[in-house]
C-alpha cells in the first residue's frame, strides 16, 4: 500500500502508538494513508477500536515478522 507517512512505534506500548497516531493525523490531509510500526501485542485491536471511535478508517494490519504495520487513511 503507497503511504503518505509513516511512524515508527516500536518499543512503543498502549497508549502511546495511539496517542502518536492521533497527534500526525491531525497534521495531515483528508485522504492521506499513515503506517503505524508496532510490536505492541495489542496494537491490532487498539488501533481498530480507536478508529471505530474516531471515525478515521481503520484499513488493516500486515504483520512484517515482529512488527504489525497498521494502516489508517485520514477523514
Same mark, same amino acid.
Given at each position: 500500500?503507497?503511504? *503518505?507517512?509513516?511512524? *515508527? ?13 492521533? +497527534? ?8 492521506? +494513508?499513515?503506517?503505524?510500526?508496532? *510490536?505492541?501485542?495489542?496494537?491490532? /485491536? *487498539?488501533?481498530?477500536?480507536?478508529? /471505530? ?5 481503520? +484499513? ?7 512488527i504489525l504495520k497498521g494502516? +489508517?487513511?485520514?477523514?
Open positions: 500500500m503507497k503511504t *503518505d507517512r509513516i511512524l *515508527d512505534c516500536t518499543g512503543l506500548f498502549c497508549p502511546m502508538p495511539i496517542i502518536k497516531t492521533k +497527534v500526525l493525523l491531525d497534521t495531515m490531509k483528508s485522504g492521506q +494513508v499513515l503506517e503505524i510500526d508496532s *510490536d505492541d501485542p495489542g496494537f491490532e /485491536k *487498539d488501533l481498530a477500536a480507536w478508529c /471505530k471511535m474516531t471515525g478515521e478508517k481503520f +484499513v488493516g494490519i500486515e504483520k512484517d515478522g515482529s494502516y +489508517v487513511i485520514k477523514k
